[in-house]
T-cell receptor, first 112, second 115 residues
Framework: QKEVEQDPGPLSVPEGAIVSLNCTYS??????FMWYRQYSRKGPELLMY????GNKEDGRFTAQVDKSSKYISLFIRDSQPSDSATYLC????????????FGTGTSLTVIP | GAVVSQHPSRVICKSGTSVKIECRSL??????MFWYRQFPKKSLMLMAT?????????EQGVEKDKFLINHASLTLSTLTVTSAHPEDSSFYIC???????????FGSGTRLTVV
């Protein structure tokens, strides 16, 4: 079983739609959860960071962590064509050192 | 904010030659840098962790003699792919820890094609 599972998509939505992206994980020691956005042929850029369980909102983006279910989500409201990218979840724990565990990424296309 | 510059963004080389990729932290000191490899539609795979002034720590299955990592200063780490072969063709990305505790900033990546 992979440490982190993420549906690779591709996911295609109309402009203005609400997008839901998800990851599941197996290691209960994970405590730091991140979402990265990666445009084609570019490095990932940090979108959202959450520590432990709970919700975090930043503009059109909301990150949710449910540690009891080992499930994290990223919601994008009022999606825009500029949101078209691959979204990677990443996580680490205090006892996993500096190593991040990444999902495979979900490819999202927002159609104008 | 923290910026990591990675160069070159794209390189094509002949089989058997060596290629050096540079990763620089522009506005912060990075005692630790990380090198990843990414295959199409695959997750980022950590290759090695590079600490300033000491030998890099390689992940299992990564050939340290093939992927030479040097972290000679607090702002520069280099990855040299030695005697490159077509199977080394991939997207290589560095990242550095800087700013906040969770602030791992990624470089823009290097697309290596070995012909």
């Amino acid at each position: 079983q992979k440490e982190v599972e993420q549906d690779p998509g591709p996911l295609s939505v109309p402009e203005g739609a609400i997008v839901s992206l998800n990851c599941t994980y197996s290691n209960s020691a994970f405590q730091y959860f991140m979402w990265y956005r990666q445009y084609s042929r570019k490095g990932p850029e940090l979108l959202m960071y959450t520590y432990s369980s709970g919700n975090k909102e930043d503009g059109r983006f909301t990150a949710q962590v449910d540690k009891s279910s080992k499930y994290i989500s990223l919601f994008i409201r009022d999606s825009q064509p500029s949101d078209s990218a691959t979204y990677l979840c990443a996580m680490r724990g205090k006892n996993t050192g500096n190593q991040f565990y990444f999902g495979t990424g979900t490819s999202l296309t927002v159609i104008p | 904010g923290a910026v990591v510059s990675q160069h070159p963004s794209r390189v094509i080389c002949k089989s058997g030659t060596s290629v050096k990729i540079e990763c620089r932290s522009l506005d912060f000191q990075a005692t630790t840098m990380f090198w990843y490899r990414q295959f199409p539609k695959k997750s980022l795979m950590l290759m090695a962790t590079s600490n300033e002034g000491s030998k890099a720590t390689y992940e299992q299955g990564v050939e340290k003699d093939k992927f030479l990592i040097n972290h000679a200063s607090l702002t520069l780490s280099t990855l040299t792919v030695t005697s490159a072969h077509p199977e080394d063709s991939s997207f290589y990305i560095c990242s550095a820890r800087g700013g906040t505790n969770y602030g791992y900033t990624f470089g823009s990546g290097t697309r290596l094609t070995v012909v």
